[in-house]
């Protein structure tokens, strides 16, 4: 019995930490666009980069891939300098 709630426990976390990334997932695209509607100073090509990025980092997450998407999402944002 202890050996099934230990396992209903790590199943239960398992899927609460993907619903966590999955809710962040639209603020950080939120954050980008806000950034990018202050006119970064960065070239132009830089700019394409951090928009490819949060294209992608959208893209993943519609197709479900959380973690994926927070990743791309962070290096934009990184880019950004935010």
């Known amino acids: 019995?202890?050996?099934?709630n230990?396992?209903?426990l790590a199943l239960s976390a398992i899927l609460f930490?993907?619903?966590a990334f999955a809710g962040s997932?639209?603020?950080h695209v939120k954050e980008i666009d806000?950034?990018?509607g202050?006119?970064?100073s960065?070239?132009?090509s830089e700019i394409n980069k951090v928009k490819g990025l949060r294209n992608k980092g959208e893209a993943f997450h519609k197709a479900g891939k959380h973690s994926d998407s927070v990743k791309t999402?962070?290096?934009?944002?990184a880019l950004l300098g935010i």
Do not use: D, F, Q, W
């Not at 019995?1 to 099934?4: A, G, L, T, V």
């Not at 999402?73 to 944002?77: G, S, V």
């Open 6 to 8: 230990i396992s209903v």
């Open 42 to 44: 960065l070239s132009k």
């Open 73 to 77: 999402l962070m290096e934009a944002k």
């Open 38 to 40: 202050n006119y970064p």
């Open 1 to 4: 019995m202890k050996r099934i």
């Open 17 to 19: 930490a993907g619903s």
């Open 25 to 27: 997932c639209p603020r």
């Open 34 to 36: 806000a950034e990018l």
